[in-house]
């Protein structure tokens, strides 16, 4: 059999969609993302809990300066993005193991209650993005009848 560089090319490239497909379904069953892309934005972990008052969204994005995040509301959904960069002084030569992600992140929540726009804040301290965001109690609906057009 005659193999021509296409065909090698297009088996490495069917045997790489099956293994990202198989780890794909391995982490999703496990409930952790993973994205054999490394060009793909990374998520960073997030907690998300509620008060009495607020909606409290807190990320770990250690290393990441604080003016390379982005945060914005819009539609009950926060979107927070930005970029973490590798400073190390030291020249790459050789990677024996490769943990850290680097370069865009992404993540957009949507928000279960309705949310004062107005007065959101956000902090970021020790590696952690913290939002707070306001609830709002929206008045019930008033009960009335509505007329049946014949």
Known sequence: MISNDNDTYYKADAKRNKIEQILSEFFSFTGKEYSFDSMSPW???ADIY??????IVKMAIPGTKPHNVQVSFSKDTLTITGHRTDDSPHEKICFYQVEIRYG??????????????????????????Q??????????PEA????INL
């Open 144 to 147: 009335f009848a509505i007329k």
């Open 50 to 55: 509620e008060t009495p008052e607020d909606i």
């Open 131 to 140: 939002i707070i965001l306001p609830k709002i109690q929206q008045k019930e």
């Open 43 to 45: 998520k960073p972990q």
């Open 104 to 129: 865009y992140f992404e993540r957009a929540f949507y928000m279960p209650k309705p949310v004062d726009t107005n007065n959101i804040k956000a902090s970021y301290k020790e590696g952690f993005l």
